[in-house]
Structures are given as structure tokens and as C-alpha cells.
């Protein structure tokens, strides 16, 4: 589905770590660090810090990350199509939004305007045949496209599990 109020994204960041970060560009604080994993529940296949959401990624390469930035509640696709989904909250004050690979940092790339504020994300696992403009053709893990949707929030809701993908669902 489809509005002409939503900004799209699309992003082909190296997964190293298996992992891709969406973060607040300027924080230096409540961000991706050592312990985040440590605090999240690994069914989850996302960590989340004040200031940053880690997506866990079935591939140690460059993944395709879609991200759908809305003005408000979004209109969501079906969820049959996806491996699995979670929402959670997001604190972005400098209204700038960095999308990286775990060891990369936010200053390395170019950021996404946003309102500064609270957001809620949602994070999709869909199967793809896509591939990125990068990637190696030997390296195991699913290919999956990471769809990011963000929206303003007033209240923190939290990790939501909306749809639990497979086990164990990497490799």
C-alpha cells in the first residue's frame, strides 16, 4: 500500500556483525554498544538502545534495508509475506538519522531528516531475490530484505513481537 505522505529509503549497508544500525546520528549516548545484544531477548532478532534500534541479519554481507519514514500512523503491507516482524521505540533528538553496519560510524554516512522526537519502528524480515549492488555469492545466510517503517510517537510501547519468524532462522 501505498501514501504520498511517506518518504522512502533504500540503503545497502554492510551487515558486518550481522548486524545493521539505525541510530540517532549526533547521540553519544543510549546508543549501540558491547551490551546491547545482552538486554535483548534473541527471538527478538532486534536490540534496542534509547537512541538506536540493532537489527539482527541473516547475512555477514550487504543487505537491502528499505526504510518507510510516515507523518503518522502508517498503512501496513499484509504481514503474510514476512518472515517475521517487531516493533519498537526510537528517541531521535537531533532529527537526524543515521543507517549503518555495526562497525560503522554515523558520521560516515549521509543522515535522514526527521522531526527530532520519539518514534516507533517497525522491522520486517522479507524473503527477496533481490540482491544488493554489492554481495558475495558464496557467504551463507538467507537473503532478506530489512523493511524499516518509522512513525512519531507520544508513548514508549516497548519491544512488540507482531509476527515470530521461524527458529533458528539464521543460516
Do not use: N
Not at 131 to 152: A, I, K, N, Q
Request: with cysteine.
Amino acid at each position: 500500500m501505498s501514501d504520498e505522505r511517506v518518504r522512502i529509503y533504500r540503503f545497502e549497508p554492510y551487515a558486518d556483525h550481522l548486524a545493521v544500525v539505525l541510530s540517532d546520528a549526533e547521540a553519544t549516548e543510549g546508543v549501540f554498544d558491547g551490551d546491547t545484544w545482552d538486554k535483548a531477548e534473541e527471538a527478538w532478532r532486534i536490540a534496542v538502545e534509547r537512541h538506536c534500534v540493532v537489527i539482527g541479519t541473516a547475512r555477514y554481507d550487504y543487505v537491502p534495508v528499505r526504510l518507510d519514514i510516515w507523518p503518522g500512523l502508517p498503512v501496513f503491507d499484509p504481514l503474510d509475506a514476512y518472515d517475521h516482524v517487531a516493533d519498537c521505540d526510537v528517541q531521535l533528538p537531533s532529527g537526524k538519522l543515521a543507517v549503518t553496519g555495526a562497525t560503522q560510524l554515523p558520521e560516515e554516512v549521509e543522515p535522514v531528516p526527521v522531526p527530532a522526537g520519539r518514534y516507533r519502528v517497525r522491522v520486517g524480515y522479507l524473503p527477496t531475490e533481490q540482491r544488493p549492488s554489492e554481495f558475495s555469492e558464496t557467504d551463507p545466510g538467507d537473503h532478506l530484505e530489512y523493511r524499516v517503517t518509522l512513525w512519531p510517537t507520544a508513548e514508549e510501547h516497548g519491544v512488540q513481537i507482531v509476527k515470530q519468524g521461524a527458529w533458528s532462522w539464521a543460516y
